[in-house]
């Protein structure tokens, strides 16, 4: 930057135009200062040295040499894979560090596209059986949105609470509400996330046009009420029941939203059944996979990070569940030590409402029913296990660890190239979000989608959206821990690692993101399980 500023104060004084060049930064800083002004500012040679350098060019024994050169530096750049301009400096050998103690990424350019190889082994990719997404209404469904777009008379309106992906599940319900209800559709309203603060609004996050534009015709949405309900006293609905029927909302709403004109409904948390209609399944498929696109500033950075990751090859993406909060909330213990664990324990026991576990288990029992957060050790064990080389590129999402970088430790020693979003961004392209968690978490989605593995530590909310979404876009492998299973392998300390590592992994022989039927199992949700009422296998194969 110093090199430019004065390049540029020299420009003033000169009063003349220049032009700049992208320079990777380790040979900008092989060059001191004035060596750098002077390949910018230096006027052209004199015509004597360019007679020399024609000379030279004439004469074979130069030609030879020159040839011999470039050959040579051509072998070891491919036999040795020199790369001075990508930006991952591994850490056995890294100097400066980056956010939480891992590599800094120094500010140089990044491949744009990326190729389709085809790999095997922990990089192997499921066989995704033919599945295609298919959203096909029926003629009923098509025939009735001709009424539905162009309602003016409904309004339902409805606030959206929790972290991003939370908000994401109520959203892609309020669209299908308004579709049973036949109602046109408000911006869902943000909620203030009472925990981390953020006020972000829908537009912040999502991208709102196109929003409007992919859902044209199933629901019409407006940015807010028209001015000839305003003054309507909306039917309020604070606490809807769990998972009702859309014969069920249209008894209990559709008569008094005819008469008053809005409907203001809250919670929609896992209200909705998730056993609807083949057509609601889809707008539901619709709304999550196709509708909400993030902001453009969100998504063109999201995309950078990832291809900061993709420069290297193939990266895993770790969704890692060990904030201090979320150990409070299972019932569950870190396990880095006896202080660690009391602090968890006297919170708890302070703030017996945080619990959502079941209150009548001991942390032991939870633990081996896979009700806990893996923590990194066993994170650590299980991608062994699963054969994860160990110069494996690893993007891990989630909030600070309880313990820190301590906390970490077990699996940075297995595995050194550790990234997240602040050490893989440059300086100053994460200050726009500072204090916007659920834009944060957007960014973390996007890099974990676009990852060429995914692993979660724990289920939940963000897990559930990436499985679908990478099913959705062609089964890419996701592993999912089968921790009801395993867990009794990783306390018995007698098992030799050979043996362990062969039993882990034939355990999750099934668990890598094939496709899988949604209505397999009751209570499945079309967002994470898209087949097949979102997915048709156009092939003769079998169906999984």
């Not at 220049?18 to 200062?33: A, F, G, K, R, T």
């Not at 390949?39 to 060019?57: D, G, T, V």
């Not at 560090?97 to 190889?117: I, L, S």
């Amino acid at each position: 930057m110093a090199t430019r500023s004065k390049a540029n104060s020299s420009t003033k004084q000169q009063h003349q135009q220049l032009s700049y060049i992208s320079v990777p930064s380790q040979i900008i800083h092989s060059l001191s200062s004035s060596s750098l002004q002077s390949l910018l500012l230096s006027p052209k040679k004199s015509s004597r040295s360019a007679i020399r350098l024609s000379s030279l060019i004439k004469n074979p024994r130069f030609l030879l040499l020159f040839l011999f050169l470039f050959a040579l530096v051509g072998t070891l750049r491919i036999g040795l894979d020199l790369d001075p301009i990508l930006p991952f400096s591994p850490i056995p050998c890294g100097g400066a560090t980056g956010g939480a103690g891992f590599p800094a990424v120094e500010a140089v350019g990044f491949p744009g596209n990326r190729t389709t190889v085809v790999r095997d082994g922990f990089w192997g990719q499921p066989d995704g059986m033919g599945y295609k997404p298919c959203l096909t209404f029926s003629s009923e469904y098509k025939r009735w949105s001709k009424d539905v777009t162009v309602e003016r008379r409904k309004y339902l309106m409805v606030v959206v609470s929790g972290g991003l992906n939370q908000q994401r599940n109520q959203i892609v319900d309020a669209v299908v509400i308004a579709r049973i209800l036949g109602a046109a559709l408000v911006v869902p309203i943000l909620q203030v996330n009472v925990i981390w603060g953020d006020d972000s609004e829908f537009s912040d996050i999502f991208d709102l046009d196109h929003f409007k534009k992919t859902l044209a015709d199933d629901v019409r949405v407006v940015s807010s009420l028209p001015s000839t309900h305003l003054m309507n006293r909306p039917v309020e609905e604070k606490r809807t029941p769990l998972h009702v029927s859309p014969r069920w909302i249209r008894s209990r709403y559709l008569r008094r939203l005819n008469k008053e004109g809005v409907l203001l409904l809250r919670g929609l948390d896992s209200r909705l059944s998730k056993d609807l209609p083949p057509d609601l399944q889809k707008l539901r498929c619709k709304v999550a996979f196709d509708a909400l696109k993030f902001a453009a500033p969100i998504q063109e950075l999201g995309n950078k990070l990832a291809m900061r990751m993709q420069s290297k090859g193939p990266y895993l993406a770790l969704h890692l569940r060990m904030e201090k909060d979320v150990w409070v909330r299972t019932g569950c213990l870190p396990g880095l030590s006896s202080m660690y664990d009391e602090i968890i324990y006297e919170e708890r026991k302070l703030r017996p409402e945080l619990l959502t576990a079941r209150s009548n288990m001991t942390y032991h029992d939870r633990k081996l029913a896979g009700l806990c957060p893996l923590n990194a050790l066993e994170v650590t064990r299980l991608l062994k296990a699963l054969e994860a080389p160990k110069n494996a590129m690893i993007y891990w999402a989630g909030g600070e660890p309880f313990g820190g970088e301590e906390a970490l430790l077990p699996l940075t020693r297995e595995f050194p190239n550790l990234y997240n979003k602040e050490n893989l961004a440059l300086p100053g392209e994460l200050e726009p979000f500072t204090n916007k968690s659920s834009i944060l978490a957007a960014i973390d989605y996007i890099v974990c989608e676009q990852s060429d593995v995914f692993m979660p530590s724990h289920g939940g909310n963000m897990g559930h959206v990436i499985q679908g979404r990478r099913a959705y876009t062609g089964h890419k492998k996701f592993i999912t821990p089968n921790k009801r299973q395993m867990l009794l392998y990783f306390l018995d300390t007698s098992l030799p690692e050979s043996e362990f590592n062969s039993v882990i992994k034939e355990l999750h022989q099934g668990s890598l993101g094939q496709p899988e039927l949604r209505t397999e199992k009751v209570g499945r949700d079309v967002t994470a399980f898209p087949i097949p009422e979102c997915m048709c296998n156009t092939s003769t194969r079998t169906r999984p």
